[in-house]
C-alpha cells in the first residue's frame, strides 16, 4: 500500500497570502496524484488531478506540482472561501486509491 | 451534471451489517465509469473502501476486504454497499462517489452510526 503524508497538519495564514501545502508518497505515483478541498459539514470537492490540471471550475489561484514522491498545492492569495482542509489521494496504484491525512488551512 | 444521493440506516447495532444505497441521477451508471464508496470517521480522514463497475467487477481496500460487498443495480441505476460485522470504529460519513480515474462527483454524504 502507497502511503500518502501530509504537512503540515494545520496551516495559519492570514487572507490575501500564500499558502502552500506538501503531500509526499512512499513510493513514486508518477504524476496520479489529486487534491481535494473539504469544507466543514461538505463533501469533498476535486482541485487538481494529474498533478497540476485543475478541475472545472477551479479558480487560477490554486496550482498543483511536482512528480514521483514529492508533490504541492498552493493557493497563491487566500480568500475567505479557501479556508477548509485539503486532501491529497494517489491514483496510481490502482485500484488502491490512498488518501493524505489531510492538512487543514486555518485563519491566522 | 451526475448526482449521487446514498440512503440508509442511520443507525447499526454493533456485530450488525450496514446496508446503504447510492441513488445516480442525470447520468447511466452503465457509463463508462467505475462508482466507489469513500468514508470518513467524524473528525478523521478520507478511506477509500471500494468500487464497482457496471459490469459488476469490483476493487475493495484489502483491510475491509472480507467484511465488503458493494454491488450495482442497473434496472434502478443505483449501487449499494454492505458492511458486515461492524463494529463502533465503523462509524463514519460514507459517501458514494463517480470515477473518473479521480473522483470527480460526491454524493452528500450520510453518517452512520454502530451503536446499542
Known amino acids: 500500500e502507497i502511503v500518502m503524508t501530509q504537512s503540515p497538519a494545520t496551516l495559519s495564514v492570514s487572507p490575501g497570502e500564500r499558502a502552500t501545502l506538501s503531500c509526499r508518497a512512499s513510493?513514486?505515483?508518477?504524476?496520479?496524484l489529486a487534491w481535494y478541498q473539504q469544507k466543514p459539514g461538505q463533501a469533498p470537492r476535486l482541485l487538481i488531478y494529474?498533478?497540476?490540471t485543475r478541475a472545472t471550475g477551479i479558480p487560477a489561484r490554486f496550482s498543483g506540482s511536482g512528480s514521483g514522491t514529492e508533490f504541492t498545492l498552493t493557493i497563491s492569495s487566500l480568500q475567505s472561501e479557501d479556508f477548509a482542509v485539503y486532501y491529497c489521494?494517489?491514483?496510481?496504484?490502482?485500484?488502491?486509491?490512498?488518501f493524505g491525512q489531510g492538512t487543514k488551512v486555518e485563519i491566522k | 451534471q451526475v448526482q449521487l444521493q446514498e440512503s440508509g440506516p442511520g443507525l447499526v447495532k454493533p456485530s450488525g451489517t450496514l446496508s446503504l444505497t447510492c441513488a445516480v441521477s442525470?447520468?447511466?451508471?452503465?457509463?463508462?465509469?467505475?462508482w466507489s464508496w469513500v468514508r470518513q470517521p467524524p473528525g478523521k480522514g478520507l478511506e477509500w473502501i471500494g468500487e464497482i463497475y457496471h459490469s459488476g467487477s469490483t476493487n475493495y481496500n484489502p483491510s475491509l476486504k472480507s467484511r465488503v460487498t458493494i454491488s450495482v443495480d442497473k434496472s434502478k441505476n443505483q449501487f449499494s454497499l454492505k458492511l458486515s460485522s461492524v463494529t463502533a470504529a465503523d462509524t463514519a460519513v460514507y459517501y458514494c462517489t463517480l470515477v473518473r480515474g479521480v473522483i470527480t462527483n460526491w454524493g452528500q454524504g450520510t453518517l452512520v452510526t454502530v451503536s446499542s
Open positions: 494529474g498533478a497540476s
Open positions: 442525470g447520468g447511466s451508471i452503465s457509463s463508462s465509469n467505475w
Open positions: 513510493q513514486s505515483v508518477s504524476s496520479n
Open positions: 489521494q494517489q491514483y496510481n496504484n490502482w485500484p488502491l486509491r490512498t
